[in-house]
């Protein structure tokens, strides 16, 4: 579901020529595999399961298995063009993908849909209490579930 209002061709072709650039610029190749594949990831803001990647795959990839998605998917985390949505076991895509940084995502349990945001303050203060503890993180991303600011104004939509 699209926000109204909300130009998705824009984000699809920043997220593209963006990824191409940074490929490009990494030496590293965007294959059309892999970049189908974030194409299809950003077809609307909402995260999409690895064998629902499948399945709009095959219709163009006749030979596409379970593997190639997941490489795909493992490249596209790498190169830090999608984060994997942990507590849905699905992905989205980065929309800073230029930056290295930590995730904050904010996800509506009413339409799905997945916000990005960099929260410097936030990310800051839960480095600090991660150093304070001791802990070494492997890997971080907080997930928040609650309804967005459109879902919270239209409930029933």
């Given at each position: 579901m699209t926000k109204p209002g909300h130009n998705h061709d824009h984000c699809i072709h920043k997220a593209?020529?963006?990824?191409?650039?940074l490929?490009?610029?990494r030496g590293v190749r965007l294959?059309?595999?892999r970049r189908r594949v974030l194409e299809l990831i950003w077809q609307d803001h909402r995260a999409v399961k690895a064998y629902d990647l499948?399945?709009?795959l095959k219709p163009l990839e006749q030979t596409?298995?379970?593997?190639?998605v997941y490489r795909a998917l493992e490249f596209l985390i790498a190169q830090g063009l999608i984060h994997r949505v942990e507590s849905l076991n699905a992905f989205i895509g980065c929309?800073?993908?230029?930056?290295?940084?930590?995730?904050?995502?904010?996800?509506?349990?009413?339409?799905g849909e997945v916000e990005e945001l960099p929260a410097p303050e936030v990310m800051?203060?839960?480095?600090r209490e991660i150093q304070r503890a001791g802990f070494s993180p492997e890997h971080?991303?907080?997930?928040?579930?609650?309804l967005c600011a459109h879902c919270a104004r239209h409930p029933a939509d």
């Open positions: 593209l020529g963006t990824a191409e650039r490929c490009r610029e294959t059309p595999l499948l399945d709009r596409a298995k379970p593997a190639t929309r800073c993908s230029e930056l290295s940084h930590e995730v904050l995502l904010l996800i509506c349990r009413q339409c800051d203060a839960l480095n971080k991303s907080v997930e928040i579930v609650g």
